[in-house]
């Protein structure tokens, strides 16, 4: 999208939000090669800080191609906020109901004006110990398959140094550096033309997620484990260690 598209509330949320992001934060932004000039796609992006989605937009908003983000419903129902989020067309998702597959629908729609639609493919902040991205959601693959745009896999990393992930306290000083690398677009040619199963939608989003850690190993420059933290195989752990450990003590208790 040319930057003459960029509209109103777009430019305004930019001359609102960039002068503290610019000052407070430095920049090691690359791969910008690798977001298309025209027609359009999807960013798959890494999530690991309440503020990166305003880092990574004043990214995006650089190389004028400005991204739709999939956000919480009420977030357009809270005054400026709302006014701001609806001018500026971001994609509402409507989680726990009937209306959850509209976001995919939008997201389609978006992608078939010619729009960049950037999706947080894990749904949450990471919950990785080490902040590496966690397995991911379908949503990315649904669209990327059923429209068969580029994907291009993105990671940041230096946000989550100013607001740790589930922190509160910001850390300004020393002035921290936002890294973003975009990759070359995901190949998932392999993909098209099958039927979108869930297994098949798992795995396209899968190859989405390696893509991400990929560029993530290059800024942070060492490797990510072997398998990617699953939070809900996690929690599952977690209720056994729980029942095992009470069982324990009322072993001891006889």
Same mark, same amino acid.
């Given at each position: @999208?040319?930057?003459?598209r960029i509209?109103f509330?777009?430019r305004?949320?930019?001359v609102i939000?960039?002068p503290p992001?610019v000052?407070?934060?430095? !920049? ?7 977001i298309p *000039?025209?027609?359009?796609f ?6 690991n800080?309440?503020?990166?989605p305003?880092?990574?937009a004043?990214f995006q908003?650089?190389?004028g /191609? ?5 956000a919480?419903?009420g977030?357009f ?5 709302g006014a701001v @989020? !609806?001018?500026t067309g971001?994609i ?14 939008a *997201?389609?729609?978006?992608v078939? !004006? ?6 947080y ?5 990471? /919950?990785d110990?080490?902040?590496w991205p966690m397995i991911?959601k379908?949503?990315?693959?649904r669209?990327?398959?059923q429209?068969k745009?580029p994907?291009v896999?993105v990671?940041?990393?230096g946000a989550?140094?100013?607001?740790p992930?589930?922190?509160k306290?910001l ?6 550096t936002?890294h973003?690398?975009a990759?070359?677009p995901?190949?998932l040619s392999?993909f098209?033309g099958?039927? @979108?199963?869930q297994?098949?939608l798992k795995?396209?989003?899968?190859v989405?997620m390696?893509?991400?850690t ?5 800024i942070?420059?060492e490797?990510a484990?072997g398998?990617?933290?699953d939070p809900r195989r ?5 209720r /056994? ?9 009322g072993?001891k208790?006889?």
């Open positions: @999208m040319p930057r003459r509209g509330w777009y305004l949320a930019a939000a960039k992001l000052v407070l934060i430095k !920049r090691d932004w690359r791969g910008l090669e690798n *000039a025209d027609g359009g999807i960013t798959a992006v890494n999530h800080s309440h503020i990166d305003f880092a990574y004043h908003y650089n190389t /191609r400005v991204p739709r983000f999939l919480k419903s977030l129902k809270k005054g400026f906020v @989020m !609806r001018g971001q509402p998702v409507y989680r726990e109901s009937t209306d959850a597959l509209s976001a995919f629908r *997201a389609i729609e978006a078939e !004006r010619g729009e960049c639609v950037a999706f493919p894990e749904g949450t902040i990471t /919950r110990p080490d902040q991911g379908t949503g990315a693959a669209v990327a398959l429209t745009c994907v896999p990671a940041q990393w989550n140094e100013v607001l992930p589930y922190a306290k850390h300004l000083f020393p002035r921290k936002h973003v690398l990759g070359p995901v190949d392999r098209y099958k039927d @979108m199963t297994d098949l795995e396209a989003t899968e989405i390696a893509a991400i990929a560029q993530l190993e290059i942070r420059g490797k484990p398998t990617a933290y996690e929690r599952i752990e977690q /056994r260690r729980t029942q095992a450990q009470s069982g324990h003590e072993e208790s006889k």
